[in-house]
């Protein structure tokens, strides 16, 4: 009898995680993204307890982003205007 409870909570286990990994509402690949990118902006690796180095990181991770947003769209005009 044991062994069967055992079995039970094993396979209850097994599917609840299955039903986790499968949830589309879940954590997708879009969300997990913005999710990163959000975190890496906003300097969620910073040292928190020196202010100084959370804003410097995030001011310059802002900057580096709005940059490459910039050379972006420079490069998609070049393109289009062909020359």
Known sequence: MAE???SDKESRRIIERI??????AGNSF???AAKGM???VTAADADRADPIEVW???FGRT???LLA???MAWL??????GS
Do not use: K, N, S
């Open 4 to 6: 069967r409870q055992d």
């Open 19 to 24: 039903a986790r990994e499968t949830d589309p």
């Open 30 to 32: 879009v969300a997990r």
């Open 38 to 40: 959000h975190d890496h």
């Open 56 to 58: 410097g990181t995030r």
């Open 63 to 65: 900057l580096g982003l």
């Open 69 to 71: 947003l910039g050379l």
């Open 76 to 81: 998609v005009l070049y393109v289009i205007r």
